[in-house]
C-alpha cells in the first residue's frame, strides 16, 4: 500500500511538473503573439498614413504624361516586333512549303480517298491557314476552331498535327485550332 501511494505520489509530482512547463510555453508563446500583434498594428498604422498622405496629394502631371508615353512606346515597340515577326514568318512558310502542284494535289486527294477533286487554284497556303488559325485564336478565344473545308490541303494539316501546332476537336475532326503555347 505504501509503495502504492508513494508511485502515485511520484505520478501526480511528473504531472504537475508536466503541467507546469506547458503553462509555461503557452505563457511565452501568447506573449509572442502580442508582440506580433503590436507590430502589425503598427504597420497597418503607418500604411494607413502613407495612403491617406498619397490620397491627398494628386500625382504630378508630368509623371502621368511620362508613364503614358511610355506606354504607347512599349506598344509601338510591341507592334513593330509582331509586324516583323509576322514577315519572317510568312518568308520562311513560303520559302520552306510552297504551295503544292495541282498533280501533288490531286494525288494526295487520291490517296486520302478524298470526295471533291481539289484544285491547286483553289487550296490555301500554309502562311495563310496559319493566319487563320492565328486570327481565330485571338479573335474569339471562347472557340478557337476553325472549321476545314476542301481548300485546306490534307497534307499541311497533317504536318501541323504531327508537329504539335495544331489540336482536332474531340467531337469533330474538321476542327482544329492552335496549340495554347503560352499555357
Known amino acids: 500500500m505504501l ?3 508513494q508511485r502515485q505520489v511520484s505520478q501526480v509530482k511528473e504531472t504537475v511538473s508536466l503541467v507546469k ?3 509555461q510555453e503557452l ?3 501568447m506573449e509572442r503573439e502580442e508582440q506580433y500583434k503590436e507590430q502589425l498594428v503598427a504597420v497597418n498604422e503607418k500604411l494607413q498614413e502613407k495612403s491617406n498622405s498619397l490620397e491627398a496629394e494628386d500625382p504630378p502631371q508630368d509623371a502621368v ?3 503614358t508615353q511610355e506606354l504607347e512606346n512599349k506598344i509601338n515597340a510591341a507592334g513593330k516586333t509582331e509586324e516583323a515577326m509576322m514577315k519572317k514568318l510568312a518568308d520562311f512558310v513560303e520559302e520552306h ?3 503544292p502542284e495541282p498533280a501533288q494535289i490531286a494525288k494526295t486527294s487520291k490517296d486520302l480517298r478524298s470526295r471533291k477533286q481539289q484544285s491547286g487554284k483553289e487550296t490555301l497556303q500554309l502562311k ?3 493566319l487563320e488559325l492565328m486570327t481565330k485564336c485571338v479573335e474569339s478565344p471562347n472557340d478557337p476552331y476553325l472549321m476545314l473545308d476542301e481548300r485546306h490541303w490534307p497534307a499541311y494539316i497533317e504536318l501541323l498535327l504531327r508537329c504539335n501546332i495544331i489540336l482536332q476537336h ?3 475532326d474538321r476542327r482544329i485550332k492552335l496549340v495554347p503555347f503560352h499555357l
Open 97 to 99: 512549303f510552297p504551295l
Open 128 to 130: 495563310v491557314i496559319l
Open 27 to 29: 505563457l511565452a508563446s
Open 65 to 67: 504624361e511620362t508613364v
Open 170 to 172: 474531340p467531337d469533330n
Open 21 to 23: 512547463s506547458q503553462r
Open 3 to 5: 509503495t502504492d501511494m
